[in-house]
């Protein structure tokens, strides 16, 4: 007798959601008393409701997530746990596996379906965690029939390839593209590379073969090679799925992909180029969940971050942060405005393009075709009351202006800029045409860091430094300090010895001398030793301190940081 109580909260709160009416949820019991059948199914089934909207009110009132099976990448690891007739029996569908952390995320039609969950668990021998997220029964049905008996692994998947033939017309088809072995490719691709936590997608043609490669913590490697007959088949796919124009190849292009993998959204931004040997495709991965990470997590020191704190509570000037591309300038920036965002400010954004989507925030892609760019942008945000301004990239006098003018109006503006160091921004920014008694009061601080890949502690071996190893990290002759680097066996392992980066990031925060020294136009050399008399900590200085704690090797920060300074 608990089940009709139970359905009748739910049917009350789709009613109190406007989703259903009082008297199509009276219907639908009537219905039920005679089928025994679920709420949910018989509101569908009667036309009241949509599975999805039925899916989203449930969700959000039970705080569980939603899988989007219609954008679904499914990991044939995945499938491989669950067989086809047990995905039926329950209506589940097996979507990512981590071996990692020994968990398996499936999509649920009942997510508290007790005897569903306790018959998976028997089946996987109760060592892995299930995570059960809501979807739709029709959707499961139909991703089971799509999923379940073809080839999902990339090297099952280019056997198949090597041996059959390529249907050009069905890389566009709507239904039952999973019958072309191309479209797995690229999905399961696709899935490979955000399972290896890589930051981009190399599809690189050559004279007579293709080459794939993944960027992973911030060199690139390379994972496959395929014959060049099929790459014209995978360039397609891929301008289909990012919505670009196939019968264009001289021309670049740029699109977008939205796919659901290891249960989460993942946006991919493509990129076309005409090369001699034809396309060259690459995507950069935007995972949502990795693109924010907390301002504490930054690997500051504690001083350090004290500093930063104060500085973004300052309540107007521009907050600026440099760095060539791939060293996580948009990373920093938007843990800054996490940090910031409250409902007591409007905060609001101009991005090319916009990569990570965050609550309450107003974000903005720029648009060349309808003429809105960084200078004009911003122009136009002063007039919607904004507090925070994040404006993506300096790039001309035009969006310098326009930003220390929001700046010295009474807002906070962050913003990036192509600069070496932190202090190096100044000249660039009085060489855009921006004068000293505007920049000096006007800049909070500027933050200017590189990414640096972390040593694995089962790859790594000590070792004594070398002479020039003691002066580039300023040891005393006769003191004993331990390095370490990769041992020789694992410098060829796919990780190279290393796993997961770091940031190196150096904290320039300016104060009246520094205001005073700009305003009377000193020389670099004069601002630096100002900066080093307050702590100031160069690039140079934050990596030496992460080689003197073991977190990385002087090859890997060398790789990214000039050390020579310190040997003159």
């Not at 679920?38 to 449930?58: C, Q, S």
């Not at 660039?428 to 045409?433: K, T």
């Amino acid at each position: 007798m608990s089940t009709p109580k139970r359905l009748l909260r739910i049917g009350e709160l789709l009613v109190q959601k406007g989703v259903v009416s009082s008297d199509q949820i009276r219907i639908a019991l009537t219905e039920q008393r005679k089928n025994r059948d679920h709420l949910g199914r018989i509101l569908v089934r009667l036309g009241f409701a949509t599975e999805a909207i039925i899916l989203d009110v449930l969700g959000g009132a039970l705080g569980q997530q939603k899988a989007q099976l219609s954008q679904v990448v499914v990991d044939s690891e995945a499938i491989r746990l669950i067989p086809k007739d047990m995905a039926r029996r329950f209506h589940i569908l097996p979507l990512t596996f981590d071996a990692n952390s020994n968990r398996l995320t499936v999509a649920m039609a009942d997510t508290f379906n007790v005897v569903a969950l306790d018959q998976i668990a028997a089946h996987l021998g109760g060592a892995i965690e299930i995570v059960p997220l809501m979807a739709g029964e029709a959707e499961i049905e139909k991703a089971i029939d799509q999923f379940y008996g073809f080839e999902l692994s990339v090297d099952g998947i280019l056997r198949e390839i090597e041996t059959g033939e390529i249907d050009y017309e069905s890389l566009d088809a709507d239904s039952a593209e999973y019958s072309q072995p191309v479209v797995r490719l690229v999905n399961a691709l696709l899935s490979d590379a955000v399972k290896r936590g890589a930051s981009d997608i190399h599809f690189e043609p050559e004279e007579g073969f293709l080459r794939f490669r993944y960027r992973i913590d911030g060199v690139l490697r390379q994972i496959r090679s395929l014959h060049k007959n099929y790459w014209s088949a995978l360039a397609v796919r891929l301008k289909v799925m990012s919505g670009m124009d196939i019968a264009e190849t001289r021309a670049p292009q740029d699109g977008r992909i939205t796919l659901s993998l290891s249960g989460r959204q993942i946006d991919f931004r493509v990129s076309t180029f005409p090369t001699v040997h034809g396309e060259n495709i690459v995507l950069r991965v935007l995972d949502r969940q990795k693109g924010i990470v907390p301002i504490d997590e930054l690997g500051l020191d504690d001083e350090v971050l004290m500093t930063l704190k104060l500085m973004v509570a300052r309540p107007e000037g521009l907050m600026l942060v440099t760095g060539p591309t791939g060293s996580g300038k948009t990373t920093t920036l938007y843990s800054l405005l996490n940090h910031l965002n409250t409902e007591s400010v409007n905060i609001m954004t101009l991005e090319d393009p916009v990569e990570y989507p965050m609550g309450m925030i107003r974000q903005t892609s720029i648009n060349e075709v309808a003429r809105l760019d960084f200078a004009s942008g911003v122009r136009s945000i002063l007039r919607q009351d904004p507090d925070i301004i994040l404006v993506g990239e300096i790039r001309d006098e035009d969006t310098a202006s326009m930003a220390f003018r929001a700046a010295m109006t009474g807002h906070q503006v962050f913003s990036t800029l192509h600069t070496n160091s932190s202090l190096g921004t100044i000249p660039r920014l009085l060489d855009m045409g921006i004068r000293p008694e505007i920049l000096a009061g006007n800049i909070i601080g500027i933050l200017a860091q590189r990414l640096i890949r972390k040593l694995r502690a089962d790859c790594a071996e000590g070792y004594e430094p070398s002479d020039i190893e003691r002066r580039i990290l300023g040891l005393d002759a006769g003191r004993q300090q331990l390095l370490y680097r990769v041992a020789d066996e694992f410098r060829h392992a796919p990780h190279q010895g290393y796993e997961g980066r770091t940031a190196l990031i150096e904290v320039l925060r300016f104060d009246r001398e520094m205001d005073e020294l700009i305003a009377q136009g000193a020389k670099l050399k004069e601002l630096t030793v100002a900066a080093r008399r307050r702590g100031f900590q160069t690039l140079a200085d934050v990596a030496i301190k992460r080689v003197l704690e073991g977190l990385t090797s002087i090859d890997e920060v060398s790789r990214v940081v000039d050390l020579t300074e310190r040997l003159g």
